[in-house]
Structures are given as C-alpha cells and as structure tokens.
C-alpha cells in the first residue's frame, strides 16, 4: 500500500512535519518494502494561499490511499476525501515510526479536520 506521509526532512528517519499543506516534504511510502518517493513540498509551503489543496492534489497524483500526518485543515481535508484518501492525523515522531505504526493497525481514520484553515 502506498501511504503519505509529512516530513520535515527527505528520509524515513526524519522528523515528522505536524502540518500537512505547509509541510517541507511529503514522503510517499510503499508500507510493504518500505521503498520510498520524497516530494518536495517547499513550493506549497511557501504559497500564500491554498497550499493545503495544492498538497493534496500532488498526493493525490501518487496515487496514495492514506495521508499520515499531525494536523490537516479543511480545504485540503476536503480535497483529500473527494480523491478518496483515507487521513490519519495526530501522529508524531519519526517517518518510519508513522509507517511502522501505521501498519500495526493502531492508527485511527479521521472523519474531519483537525485545525483551522491557514495554521
């Protein structure tokens, strides 16, 4: 499965980024093998406005079924949701920590933003 997830930097022992749109990177990684895509997301980050549907779209081109990330805001949530991506948020820690939770099972889908547009 091919799953997003927020970095702070290009690696799987990064940091996560809590924010999704504004994120520095958008690691996409294949939770079977662990191989992985790094998008730079420096572009959105540094929009000034509508970066959070702009991610949401380049995530969405991968072709990912879940984002993993801290916080994701309306507008993108509702992006993500109409290209049928699943969204888990409130994770932290490393990228690797966020897949290897993820595929525990011991992550919850979340039905609705978590922060308010332009956080």
């Known amino acids: 499965m091919k799953i997003a997830v ?22 996409i990684v294949d939770t079977d093998s662990l ?18 549907i702009m991610a949401a779209t380049a995530v969405s081109e991968k072709g990912v079924q879940v984002l993993v990330t801290g916080y994701c ?27 290897m939770k993820f595929k525990s099972g011991d992550v919850k889908y979340t039905d609705s933003a978590n922060v308010e547009a332009h956080w």
């Open 6 to 27: 927020t970095s702070q930097g290009p690696s799987l022992d990064a940091e996560m980024d809590p924010r999704f749109g504004r994120a520095a990177y958008v690691l």
């Open 35 to 52: 191989k992985f895509e790094v998008i730079d997301n420096s572009v959105n980050a540094n929009a000034l406005k509508g970066a959070g």
């Open 73 to 99: 805001g309306p507008k993108a949530f509702l992006t993500l949701e109409a290209a049928g991506i699943k969204i888990v948020s409130d994770i932290s820690g490393t990228v690797e920590d966020a897949v």
